[in-house]
DNA sequence: GGGATATAATTCGCATCTTAACTATATAGC
DNA sequence: GCTATATAGTTAAGATGCGAATTATATCCC
């Protein structure tokens, strides 16, 4: 389901249930949306912020990662990461390494440049991140369970009638 | 900022704000991969899926829609409209027509094959939809509320400190 | 030691998204 | 009627997402 996807359909398939669905597409959309535009001013991407955010923090002790660890940490796809990593390369906000001990790992770390880029953009995205939540605390615990609730649902629950072996003639 | 970023940050940014927002991006990510996975086994995809509900619901009289008509009512971009289009004419779901009043307009239309397919995947997808509601209704009340209110505040705040014109030096 | 298995990264093909520029067609106003 | 403006659709360039296959390297087990 797309994160845009019939919010204007006439007659809503199931009620709340439904809209509570799409509802969940509509503000994770929006909120994308809204950091796109605040990275793109720096030049970056969200998920190259996210990147540099994980490398400033937690790049251990020589404040590097391996992409596997990058991608299991961001929760993208391997195949990302290569093209991903390559990008953040050539715009000089990341380096590979190789690993000593393991020739099949490359370590990526943060540049000179990205590592003052993130020194400089992160308070203002920590303001931003303050400045979006409306909800009081409680409201946001509430909202965390209920989110979860659902999340593990659909992880759980397995497909339905999920037969794609006759497929209609065309 | 990506649907799946960030989320095993060792030092969360802001504690339970930020983890508020994360949680949707997390559970959107995940409703839709889940959607995803559903559709695919159909040789379809969550967008084309859309398409095809749209224009069996509410395609009109001659149930046809504009690409216009189809970019604004599932918030997709036009340029989109044209290769997603492309794609499911290809796939022998819909076909375009040639508009007879206005020869700037694409009828767009469901196949004869769109049609069934559409016929036989949507109850099931309906089906899906049910089960995946893990919620009580007062939850799910609740929870449209929280996200409307989350998706003002995005909508409508000014970005902050958002002055790209003095960028740092390499 | 050597073969089977697992892992890291890459590559390929494809779908989707964005913005911006372009073409063709309508329409509105002088 | 003619020009300016608006609209529909297309195209292009670039980023991101996925699954599947491939290559190189480690490791495990006999």
Known sequence: MSLQTDLHMKEPITPLAREAMLNIYHTANCIKKR?????????????QFNVM????????????????QISAMMLVNRANITALID???KAGLVERTAAPTDRRYNIVKLTGYGRSLLARVEPLYIEEIKQAAVLEPAEQ???I??????RRNVSERPLINNKPKTEISR
Do not use: P, T
Request: hydrophobic content about 40%; charged content about 25%.
């Open 35 to 47: 950091a796109d535009e605040f990275f793109r001013s720096y030049g970056l991407s969200d998920v």
């Open 145 to 150: 369970v209920m989110l979860e609730k659902i």
């Open 53 to 68: 955010m994980l490398l400033g923090h937690q790049g251990g002790a020589e404040g590097g990662l391996s992409q596997a």
């Open 141 to 143: 615990k509430q909202l």
């Open 87 to 89: 990008r953040m390369e």
